[in-house]
């Protein structure tokens, strides 16, 4: 989304303020009303200073490819077909025709990882795959049907634990936001920085691809978890 904004130190200037939002299975119904809730929210204002936004328009992204949704002067909303799309996620890791033998994964936002319940201090192969399998399983559970016990989760994460850490560029960083519904600060750090990877990684890309898009760990709704991949 791309939203138009003005107020720089008590004088007008226009700024502009671009908005991320993914929108995963059912929740695409609903686009019509994140749309309308960011134009009210530009005209009662952003944060404490009331900053007033005008939306300048809504694109839909993927595949480093765009279009446009939606534009406030004709006020249509035009249909999102095109980037509406099945993505099939094997049960278990295949034998890929193109081997990929090494990758990096760069933490964009915290991530908040679990392994044997516990926040991850660090990022082994393995305890990324097992969060990546519980969160694609979980969404194709809730917008799919799907049957989680479909996933060959111990097939996956044998292989996952062949591969090993090339380098550790990792750090935690601590993150708060204060929460209005339970009146106290919550604090959502995780790990931020850049890992690689090196082994027999081929079964592993369309996992790690559907990862970037909705994102790794704990608090995904905030935001948390998104990551970019580099591979080879």
Same mark, same amino acid.
């Given at each position: 989304?791309?939203?138009?904004?003005?107020?720089?130190?008590?004088?007008?200037?226009?700024h502009?303020?671009?908005?991320? !939002?993914?929108?995963?299975?059912?929740?695409?119904?609903? #686009? &019509?009303?994140? =749309?309308?809730?960011?134009?009210r %929210?530009g @005209?009662?204002?952003?944060?404490?200073?009331r900053?007033?936004?005008?939306?300048?328009?809504?694109?839909?992204?993927?595949?480093g490819?765009?279009?446009?949704?939606?534009?406030p002067?004709?006020?249509?909303?035009?249909?999102?077909?095109?980037?509406?799309?099945q993505?099939?996620?094997p049960?278990a890791?295949?034998?890929?025709?193109t081997?990929?033998s090494?990758?990096?994964?760069?933490?964009?936002t915290?991530a908040? !990882?679990?392994?044997?319940e516990?926040?991850?201090v660090e #990022? &082994?192969f393995? =305890?990324?795959v097992?969060?990546? %399998?519980? @969160?694609?399983?979980?969404?194709?559970?809730?917008?799919?049907?799907?049957?989680?016990?479909?996933?060959?989760?111990?097939e996956?994460i044998a292989?996952?634990q062949?591969?090993?850490?090339?380098g550790?560029?990792l750090?935690?960083f601590?993150?708060?936001?204060?929460?209005?519904?339970?009146q106290?600060?919550?604090?959502?750090?995780?790990?931020?920085?850049?890992v690689?990877?090196?082994?027999?990684l081929?079964?592993? !890309?369309?996992?790690?691809?559907?990862?970037?898009?909705?994102?790794?760990?704990?608090?995904?709704?905030?935001?948390l978890?998104?990551?970019?991949?580099?591979?080879?």
């Open positions: 989304m791309r939203v138009t904004g003005c107020q720089l130190e008590g004088r007008h200037a226009l502009a303020l671009a908005v991320g !939002l993914t929108l995963i299975g059912k929740a695409l119904r609903y #686009l &019509p009303y994140f =749309v309308f809730t960011f134009e %929210l @005209r009662q204002g952003l944060g404490r200073g900053v007033r936004c005008a939306l300048a328009g809504v694109d839909a992204a993927s595949d490819q765009s279009y446009p949704l939606y534009a002067e004709d006020r249509t909303l035009r249909a999102s077909d095109p980037f509406e799309r993505t099939v996620l049960a890791p295949e034998v890929a025709d081997p990929t090494r990758v990096r994964i760069e933490l964009l915290p908040r !990882l679990k392994f044997e516990r926040l991850a #990022l &082994p393995h =305890v990324l097992r969060n990546l %399998l519980r @969160r694609v399983a979980h969404l194709s559970y809730f917008h799919c049907g799907g049957d989680p016990a479909a996933v060959a989760f111990r996956w292989r996952a062949e591969v090993r850490t090339a550790n560029r750090e935690w601590d993150w708060e936001r204060y929460s209005g519904r339970q106290t600060r919550m604090s959502l750090g995780g790990l931020l920085g850049r690689t990877y090196e082994g027999d081929a079964p592993f !890309l369309p996992l790690l691809r559907l990862g970037e898009v909705v994102h790794v760990g704990k608090a995904t709704s905030f935001g978890g998104r990551y970019r991949l580099h591979e080879g």
